[in-house]
């Protein structure tokens, strides 16, 4: 027992030595996991049935929805709290007004569903139209991991847009992790958006991807350098509407265009601009 108790004391000891704790307080970084219960409930209020096994018709559907939304309020406030006192560094004063933006964010978020909702139903429509091997868009709900990546980066880009910090990474990396989809929810995605397969794609955060864009698999859509200096500069490509890229292909560049109508084959590295138009292949490169 000796032994076990000094292990504690050691372990105690590189806590205060390299530091790396999160207490609870509103002071410290913010809960991952209380991050992605409060995401887990805007999913289930974008799509509610679907995700989480609960009885509902038309009676409970209010209740259902009524105690999700003040859940998510409430555990989202504290989070958001938590991340805004980390950036400004800490007072009374801080805290006091660090609660009430976090608070007045949280609920604009909740604000924001019905529209979110709009968009993803149009991201939705799109992966069944664009995949010949979808049954259903129920099917595609439920089983189609491009699509949960980008519900989750549709309400982490929202958080972002909103000046919430570390949260909306939070949330995407979580989508990472469960789908291989890389997707910075700083990126600006248009509407219809569809990933086919997914695994592997990359979206980097200063990318701008237009209206009815379609991607496949191992898609890179990154940046020519990575020099820290470079962080508050556009360093991702901008895809213009109605744009086809197949897999594997690579787009790197802040300036780089990817003009509308394109379609940009597998396994092509781009770097530079293409007209509007353009059907790029790898032997064209």
């Not at 995700?51 to 555990?75: C, H, K, M, P, Y």
């Not at 570390?166 to 997707?183: F, L, N, Q």
């Not at 695994?199 to 209206?211: D, K, L, Q, S």
């Amino acid at each position: 027992m000796n032994s076990m108790d000094n292990s504690v004391e050691r372990i105690l000891e590189s806590y205060q030595r390299y530091g790396g704790i999160n207490l609870e307080e509103s002071s410290n970084f913010p809960n991952s996991e209380n991050v992605i219960k409060v995401l887990k409930d805007v999913q289930s209020l974008i799509f509610p049935g679907y995700f989480i096994a609960e009885a509902l018709d038309a009676q409970t559907l209010r209740f259902v929805t009524g105690e999700r939304v003040n859940r998510i309020v409430s555990v989202l406030t504290r989070e958001i709290q938590k991340a805004l006192v980390y950036v400004v560094k800490d007072s009374a004063v801080e805290k006091s007004h660090c609660f009430s933006l976090a608070e007045k964010t949280a609920v604009s978020l909740i604000d924001e569903i019905p529209e979110i909702r709009r968009k993803v139903g149009l991201d939705v429509q799109a992966a069944y139209e664009g995949d010949p091997a979808a049954k259903s868009t129920e099917e595609v709900t439920v089983s189609y991991p491009g699509l949960e990546a980008i519900v989750v980066y549709r309400v982490a880009h929202f958080l972002e847009r909103n000046g919430v910090p570390v949260i909306p990474r939070i949330m995407t990396e979580y989508a990472h992790s469960k789908t291989g989809i890389d997707i910075n929810p700083g990126a600006k995605i248009g509407e219809s958006f569809f990933i086919d397969h997914g695994t592997g794609v990359v979206i980097g955060e200063t990318c701008v991807i237009g209206n009815n864009v379609k991607i496949y698999q191992g898609v890179t859509l990154g940046a020519l350098s990575v020099k820290k200096e470079l962080m508050n500069k556009k360093r991702h490509p901008t895809i213009e509407d109605n744009v086809t890229i197949y897999a594997n292909a690579t787009i790197l560049g802040g300036e780089t265009v990817i003009g509308r109508d394109c379609v940009i084959g597998g396994n092509t590295w781009v770097t530079k601009s293409v007209p509007p138009g353009t059907t790029l292949t790898q032997s064209g490169s």
